[in-house]
């Protein structure tokens, strides 16, 4: 049996099926390799796009920073919360195996969709009340921006005081304009917003179908006690960060050198590769994630076609978002929550309702001890919604400061770049060496421990992925990179820091807990999530202390946003792979898939709000560009510290509350 206490969502149907039949993968259950490929394609399709998304937003669109993180905030927001009716589904009806396979195809045609993006908005700006067209000069990241007032052109220029000066070409302050009189924005296609908006709504629904299920049957695996089972999940959270590692370096490289539909095409491919992995298993994967024994097969069609009239109410929730409006000042927090866009009052009201609704439902259906260990799962998923806010600031606010306020030029490249310009073959060559070593590599690692015929499809495989990795790269060449004189990280290429130290770093802690756990010292869970809520405040402190280093530019060195980083991993370390493993073995066993859906429900308000934490960092930009660097970083600089401080106090808050909370876990580590 693949897992005694399981109901009949995750028992085999396979009597073959068997976690102890000594085909082994690194020591773990040979499916553990399938569902680790899956997932790392799908989060190269997904981290590849999250990664230019609030940048698309800002530059392509000419959304303001306000709106632009709105937006990410609520599309980050609901692809964690569509696991809650995924999970529900899958737990009832479909299975897991059936879900996975359907969102992986709703995925795919969401990041295809976000290719067709039209032609670039075109900046205007109104000043006192008067519209005036924006022209964009200057090359790549030292553009300036001007209006034309008459026969003068004249340009923009911020000032500290939130005011804006109109210079001439003398250099003399033509005009200076109030703050409340000043206000940037662009002329955008509403069709090609539509279809924004389209992508971004498939992506959600099919994640809700994709996420939580292929989690659970990881949680499968592994028989109950198995010390193996941190350990496991520990390793497929590595494959999470070796899929977004990969593709946080491509797609963002791709969209500043092809074209933004590049980097969303290459994301859309990945999650194809996703699906295919998952679709033709070769049996691998038997028996695992059916379909309930009593569930009826007949619905399968409804369930699809309910999921596709769901993508419409999608739209109409980012079609909601982008047009709010905040409360006059004064309307307090009754006013607050009357005027939150629909997104923000579903969210808050499904977190607040469905968590002591779990509780009651455990309290009359479970025994003392199940009560009160999901009473700890609970507490611990309150929690988790502090880290994840300020955690996931790095896709919306850290993306804008590094753009905008950090050094992005890497100063050692400029003799491998020097080679590149004089001799175009010393391009293809290094690029060959990394691209092949980087296949060899993969093809060591998921061919171990497989048949030679197996072997050689996989190598097959393996060697097409790097063709077209290469000839990616033949493009980029196109496109000038390689013609600079030192390489110039593209912003959203930054985000690539956290899915370098997670790969690094992963199989470390997973041997770290495992030695710890021999011994009797591995820290209990809750110890590690007030310790990855002191990390993950102390990454922005690391990062304001940094910035008192900032030259006349107001830029900060792109080492202490790595820094930050750094630190932001350890502490992801000590929670996600850890709290995934805390679901399975403190849910009762009938509702596992749904507590997946709650665990990420409160991933889900975290994002929500991370964005709008995010719009509290909003700077005023023209044409996507900042006004003034200094009001910048300052404004960065004060939202980093108050919310550093604000997790730490947080964490060891919950360092005290560890120990009733390890009585309530009855021995659960």
Partial sequence: MVNVNADETFEPQSSHVSRSDGDTWFDHPRQLKRLFTTEMWERFGYYGMRAILTLYLVNHFLFSDQTSTGIYGGFTALVYLTPLVGGLIADQYLGSKRSVKFGAILMALGYFTMCFGGQAAKPFATIDGQRYEVSVEGERGAEQRYVTVGTEKLLIKGNEDKSVSLMAADGAEARRVAPDKFESGGDRSSFFVFVLLLGLSL??????????????????????????????????????????????????????????????????????????????????????????ANAPANKDFVIYGCALLAVPLAIFLFWNLMNYVEPPAGSGIVGYVTSLPIMGKFLFGTFLISVPAILMWSFAKGSRTEFQMMVAAMVLIVFNVVFWTL?????????????????????????LFAAFRANPITYYLFFAAIIGGIAWLAFWFFAWGEEPATRRKMGIATAVIAVVAFVGMHFARLGGFGSQPVYVMPAGQTQIFNALFIVILAPLMSVLWNVLAKRGLEPPIPIKFGLALMGVGAGFLFLVWGASFAGANYQVGLAWLAGLYLIHSIAELCISPVGLSMITKLSIARIVGLMMGVWFLSISVAQYVAGAVAQVASVETVGGQVTNLKVSLETYLGVFTTIGWIAVGIGVVLLILAFPLKYLMHGVK
């Fill in 203 to 292: 992506v959600t629904v099919g994640n809700g179908f994709f996420k939580p299920n292929i989690s659970t049957i990881v949680g499968t695996l592994y028989d109950e006690g198995d010390r193996r089972r941190d350990a496991g999940f520990t390793i497929f959270y590595m494959g999470i960060n070796l899929g977004s590692l990969i593709s946080q370096f491509f797609c963002p490289l791709l969209a500043v050198s092809v074209g933004w539909w590049a980097g969303f095409g290459l994301a859309a491919l990945g999650m194809t590769c996703s699906w295919a992995l998952f679709q033709f298993d070769g049996g691998r994967l038997e028996g695992y994630g059916e379909r309930p």
């Fill in 391 to 415: 955690f996931e600031q790095a896709g919306s606010s850290l993306t804008l400061f590094a753009e905008r306020n950090t050094v992005l030029e890497i100063g050692w490249t400029a003799p």
